[in-house]
């Protein structure tokens, strides 16, 4: 695709916008829409009305909001309904979230959907002399989206003022233009996306093929022609004769639960010390970067530091899939501490190599008693005990066997880790060109007027 900058500029007066093709005008938002931060919670009360409520999850994970999606449901009064219905080209944003990256990420509504209000943690903006589905896709846009983050305010979580998305300068194209621009976009990106979507399937791909080499080598073992015994456990099968069968407590010599006090939202700097995220034990992997700064009026303790050679258990998360992710600490920063959401776990090395250990959480067989270990215990939605852990059952070579084992896994996993590098990349490489390509669309940096797009594949432009 090639496409020319416009014939000739003019200045914006906005420092994120710059230069904008001469016949297109520059407004502060407010004076384009009507914009309404929701106050509609998800409570139910008898002298209400029922309504469905698009919610945080609905705009955060879609690009649009549609039927397809499953909203919840709850009441509102006649008031609420009247003012937060949420019409067709109506562009809805997330006002409030834990991260400043998170704020202002927008959804257009593509379909009429009757008693569906926009709900809490959302703002909505309906276009009085602007093409919803341009605006949606000017909040997309880098610098304007920009101007969100930075006007977030918050510690723990971040809120965007009413006054900030109010006073965003917004440049206006001629509507014709602005639905050019549309239909461009929708043609491209969806091109771009089915991209991504088939790259994102092969990383799927990988992943399963990872998880089968490691699920093979720590319940059969490496030789085929060693004999096979009944594991007694059904969804096992047969295991080497010469294995153990063995519960998780009988390898573990130490069980630590980390410490979680209020922190601020920001990485430590390297004389500062750091409360770990629950995140930072993804998939054998650990990402020290992944913590938040402890203030200094609180002293640390200083018995839960991070050491090389540690293995940290993630105990709770709001992802499901993440919650027993295990890693081993193989490089560490000094001054940063687990989290209540993690396990240190220190194990009797004469009956199980550490890497071992780490290999088998990822496998098949111990996945699946994580997920049926998986509680709402200790007052969180989604969490292991460590009575659950320490009831997993392992099945255990010599420790010997256990470390040839590991050596050829991480040979082979090298290999796959390899090739999802270069998935990743390539994934990565094709959104930074879809958000540069929506920026200069809806910036004028591009003029996409004369560019054709074929008519099955244009959306309803609003």
Not at 62 to 82: C, G, H, P, Q, V
Not at 188 to 200: G, P, V, Y
Not at 427 to 444: D, F, M, P
Request: hydrophobic share 40%; with cysteine.
């Amino acid at each position: 695709m090639n496409a020319d900058p416009y014939d000739t500029y003019k200045s914006s007066d906005s420092r994120w916008l710059g230069d904008i093709p001469s016949h297109w005008n520059v407004k502060k938002l407010k004076f384009l829409a009507v914009i309404q931060p929701s106050n509609v919670d998800k409570k139910t009360v008898e002298s209400e009305e029922a309504v469905l409520l698009c919610n945080y999850t609905d705009v955060y994970k879609n690009e649009y909001i549609d039927s397809r999606l499953d909203f919840m449901r709850a009441t509102a009064t006649k008031d609420e309904i009247k003012k937060f219905t949420v019409d067709v080209g109506d562009v809805i944003v997330t006002k409030d979230s834990e991260t400043p990256s998170d704020i202002a990420v927008p959804a257009c509504v593509a379909e009429k959907i009757e008693g569906l209000l926009c709900g809490y943690h959302l703002t909505q903006i309906k276009p009085v002399n602007l093409s919803g589905r341009y605006l949606f896709r000017l909040f997309q846009s880098m610098g304007f989206n920009a101007q969100f983050t930075v006007a977030a305010n918050g510690v723990t979580r971040f809120g965007l003022p009413q006054y900030a998305i109010s006073n965003a300068f917004s440049p206006v194209p001629p509507m014709d233009e602005q639905q050019t621009i549309v239909r461009f976009l929708d043609y491209k990106t969806s091109q771009i996306d089915r991209l991504i979507a088939k790259k994102e399937a092969l990383l799927m791909k990988l992943a399963e093929k990872r998880t089968a080499f490691i699920s093979h080598a720590v319940t059969k073992g490496l030789d085929p022609s060693v004999p096979m015994k009944a594991s007694g456990v059904v969804w096992l099968g047969e295991i080497p004769e010469h294995w153990e069968r063995i519960l998780v407590r009988r390898v573990i010599s130490r069980f630590e639960q980390g410490w979680s006090p209020a922190c601020d939202e920001r990485e430590a700097s390297p004389d500062e010390w750091g409360i770990l995220k629950s995140g930072c034990v993804n998939y054998g992997i650990f990402q020290e970067s992944n913590h938040k700064t402890l203030p200094e009026n609180i002293l640390p303790i200083r018995a839960l530091e991070v050491k090389i050679g540690d293995v940290l258990m993630c105990r709770a998360s709001g992802s499901k899939h993440l919650i027993g992710s295990v890693a081993k600490v193989k490089q560490c920063r000094q001054k940063l501490i687990f989290s209540d959401k993690t396990y240190r776990i220190s194990f009797r090395t004469n009956l199980i190599d550490t890497d071992f250990f780490v290999l088998t959480m990822l496998s098949k067989y111990m996945r699946d008693q994580i997920e049926l270990s998986i509680s709402g215990a200790d007052g969180l939605a989604n969490n292991i005990p460590q009575a659950s852990v320490k009831a997993y059952l392992l099945i255990l070579p010599p420790i010997c066997e256990q470390k040839l084992i590991v050596s050829v896994l991480h040979e082979k996993l090298a290999y796959v880790a390899l090739q999802e590098a270069k998935v990743t990349e390539v994934i990565i490489k094709l959104r930074e060109y879809r958000s540069a390509l929506i920026t200069n669309s809806v910036t004028g940096k591009i003029d996409v007027r004369d560019i054709k797009v074929p008519v099955t594949d244009e959306a309803v432009v609003s």
